[in-house]
């Protein structure tokens, strides 16, 4: 999929390199799934919307967003010399390798949560400067790592996502998440680029148009109990037996 997208050039001389399987398997892996336990309050799917439309739509990017933070954004803003700005290169580079991979997932249930945290990605990326495209040749998307505070400035930007996502986990709402995707998780020139470089059966359907688009809301329930019964109540009036 990285070729496919990028070229052998790029996957050969940018991505082998930098790939570290025991920085993946150990410090990526382990962060990421202890990062889907924080900001999880008694009340947060139900304010946020559902369980459901939490783990299809935003999910994912908390844990590993969550994860860079305390692995990597913040032992490298602590300087401590354990994690250095290549190290952060190191997981950009993994994480739009990663985008390539997850494209090719992105007609399944199971993979198009992780094509959502993808897209969400590249779009920072897009806008600081560090995925741009020269609109010419095969492969005209490359990735730009040498100016430093453009990086810095990805890196922070990233951070004070995650800061309003955990936010909004705390004490936000549905509309205020919405709100939050809508702005972060949209279609984009790459990502239109990456998902035309890598088809399937069906994929035409699949597009970050219409992947990046969020359910109707629901109508609002409440819960009585009648005659011993507990009944679900929306908001059009319907009552029907709960099991």
């Not at 803003?77 to 700005?85: A, P």
């Not at 035409?204 to 219409?210: D, I, L």
Request: net charge negative; hydrophobic share 40%.
């Amino acid at each position: 999929a990285v070729v496919a997208t990028f070229g052998r050039l790029f996957f050969e001389k940018i991505v082998l390199p930098r790939k570290d399987i025991h920085k993946e398997i150990g410090a990526e892996t382990t962060s990421h799934e202890l990062g889907h336990s924080v900001g999880i309050l008694p009340d947060t799917n139900s304010r946020l919307g559902g369980v459901e439309f939490i783990n299809r739509f935003i999910e994912e990017w908390k844990a590993t967003v969550g994860g860079a933070v305390c692995h990597l954004i913040i032992p490298l803003w602590d300087n401590t010399g354990e994690v250095t700005l290549e190290d952060a290169k190191d997981w950009i580079i993994s994480k739009l390798a990663m985008a390539c991979r997850f494209a090719l997932l992105r007609h399944r249930p199971g993979g198009v949560m992780y094509f959502r945290k993808s897209m969400m990605l590249v779009n920072l990326m897009q806008k600081h400067d560090l995925l741009i495209s020269s609109g010419e040749g095969e492969f005209p998307w490359e990735i730009k790592l040498d100016d430093n505070p453009k990086v810095e400035s990805f890196l922070k930007e990233l951070f004070d996502q995650y800061r309003e996502v955990l936010r909004l986990y705390g004490e936000g709402t549905e509309d205020g998440l919405r709100d939050f995707l809508g702005e972060n998780l949209t279609s984009s020139p790459f990502l239109e680029f990456l998902c035309d470089q890598i088809k399937f059966e069906g994929s035409e359907v699949h597009t970050p148009e219409k992947i990046s688009t969020l359910p109707a809301k629901a109508a609002p329930k409440s819960h009585i109990q009648v005659e011993g019964k507990i009944t679900e109540i929306t908001r059009d009036g319907v009552v029907t037996a709960l099991k």
